[in-house]
T-cell receptor, first 114, second 115 residues
């Protein structure tokens, strides 16, 4: 069935360092992998996404990589800043069916120490 | 364009009561999904509506129900509240249901506390 594991659950880095969060999944039919950032008391917001026909996507300091064979995808944040501190969720779904249902990872609390 | 709105933002109820939460999607969006967020379970899918029809349902008991109106606004109802129903309930809207890569935009959520 659909399942996604996310690691680590907490991550503390120094400002300027890089942060990497990894998610693994089991359903090979999954083909769309968004990442959401949720600041304390705020709504989840999409920060980057990747489709199964792409191996890597970058947007300024944020990048996502996908390994379909190994069924894992990762979020990379470079030159971290204090405002990157938040909970990050990976998610996945299968596009092409009649649903937008997202399966979420359990979240990673990222703390960027100034 | 206004974002997704949810009302009320906060609710306090007692066990056994029922509650109705409301979600207004972004104008033009026809798909609304609901998620329950708790510290222990993370974000769990409740159900999804498109054109007033339930398209998908998560693994929640029948006490959880929902509906969608012709203007795409959606409500969810929880009857016979239990302590474990305390959570942040988030709705998300998107243009269509499936068929393409439709970004889901989340509302601010309704914080439900069951005493």
């Amino acid at each position: 069935g659909e399942n996604v594991e996310q690691h680590p659950s907490t991550l503390s880095v120094q400002e300027g360092d890089s942060a990497v969060i990894k998610c693994t999944y089991s359903d090979s039919a999954s083909n769309y992998f968004p990442w959401y950032k949720q600041e304390l008391g705020k709504r989840p917001q999409l920060i980057i996404d990747i489709r199964s026909n792409v191996g890597e996507k970058k947007d300024q300091r944020i990048a996502v990589t996908l390994n379909k064979t190994a069924k894992h995808f990762s979020l990379h944040i470079t030159e971290t800043q204090p405002e990157d501190s938040a909970v990050y969720f990976c998610a996945l779904t299968t596009v092409g069916g009649a649903t937008n249902k997202l399966i979420f990872g359990t979240g990673t609390l990222l703390a960027v120490q100034p | 364009k206004a974002g997704v709105t949810q009302t009320p933002r906060y609710l306090i109820k007692t066990r056994g009561q029922q509650v109705t939460l409301s979600c207004s999607p972004i104008s033009g969006h026809r798909s609304v999904s609901w998620y329950q967020q708790t510290p222990g379970q993370g974000l769990q899918f409740l159900f999804e509506y498109f054109s007033e029809t339930q398209r998908n349902k998560g693994n929640f008991p029948g006490r959880f129900s929902g509906r969608q109106f012709s203007n795409s606004r959606s409500e969810m109802n929880v009857s016979t509240l239990e302590l474990g129903d305390s959570a942040l309930y988030l709705c998300a809207s998107s243009l269509t249901a499936g068929g393409g890569y439709n970004e889901q935009f989340f509302g601010p959520g309704t914080r439900l506390t069951v005493l």
